[in-house]
Antibody, heavy 122, light 108 residues
Framework: EVQLVQSGAEVKKPGESLKISCKGS????????IGWVRQMPGKGLEWMGI????????RYSPSFQGQVTISADKSISTAYLQWSSLKASDTAMYYC???????????????WGQGTMVTVSS | AIQLTQSPSSLSASVGDRVTITCRAS??????LAWYQQKPGKAPKLLIY???SLESGVPSRFSGSGSGTDFTLTISSLQPEDFATYYC??????????FGGGTKVEIK
């Protein structure tokens, strides 16, 4: 079964650092991009960025460039989303997702992680 | 960056109603559009990709249409389990992606 399993909920203070994870299984981890999506409480979905674990090619939404770092460790089939200094406004649910791809293009995110809730509060 | 505008942002409907949600792109995106359903506390679920292709396992009452800048998600006969929020997403500029703002479908 193809699945993405994310790390558990986190409660942090402003200014702290954090790295959350997304482990892929049931498929060739290095052959598919993995994206990250933010959902603030009561709000819509926001695409943050995406990484290709095969060569670590990473692209960011302009809204998140410089605010977070996306990385991957292909030896353990895991992608990461990290912050160096959290803010209260980073409080949100974060999802990782894998796209449905043919040999020539990708079409949608068909596999989603269960989400990681990050709460930042003093 | 490509912007996606969904309308309406919310709607109230009854079981059995035909429901239509619109997604407009700020520039042409061919047919590179997906639709998702999200229920409270759950990850989004893919319904439609390539504007009109039904994801495996999704009921046939869901359909998508459109190309270029204007797209539609239609639920032909709303069921109780369809009350949720729906999002469009463009894949034309993959791997740079965008979501629409969402449409909440509520019970009338």
């Amino acid at each position: 079964e193809v699945q993405l399993v994310q790390s558990g909920a986190e409660v942090k203070k402003p200014g702290e650092s954090l790295k959350i994870s997304c482990k892929g299984s049931g498929y060739s981890f290095t052959s598919y991009w993995i994206g990250w999506v933010r959902q603030m409480p009561g709000k819509g979905l926001e695409w943050m960025g995406i990484i290709y674990p095969g060569d670590s090619d990473t692209r960011y939404s302009p809204s998140f460039q410089g605010q977070v770092t996306i990385s991957a460790d292909k030896s353990i089939s895991t992608a990461y989303l990290q912050w160096s200094s959290l803010k209260a406004s980073d409080t949100a649910m974060y999802y990782c997702a894998r796209p449905l791809c043919s040999s020539t293009s990708c079409h949608a995110f068909d596999i989603w992680g269960q989400g990681t809730m990050v709460t930042v509060s003093s | 960056a490509i912007q996606l505008t969904q309308s309406p942002s919310s709607l109230s409907a009854s079981v059995g109603d035909r429901v239509t949600i619109t997604c407009r792109a700020s520039q042409g995106i061919s047919s590179a559009l997906a639709w998702y359903q999200q229920k409270p506390g759950k990850a989004p679920k893919l319904l439609i990709y390539d504007a009109s292709s039904l994801e495996s396992g999704v009921p046939s009452r869901f359909s998508g249409s459109g190309s270029g800048t204007d797209f539609t998600l239609t639920i032909s006969s709303l069921q109780p389990e369809d009350f949720a929020t729906y999002y469009c997403q463009q894949f034309n500029s993959y791997p740079l992606l965008t979501f629409g703002g969402g449409t909440k479908v509520e019970i009338k």
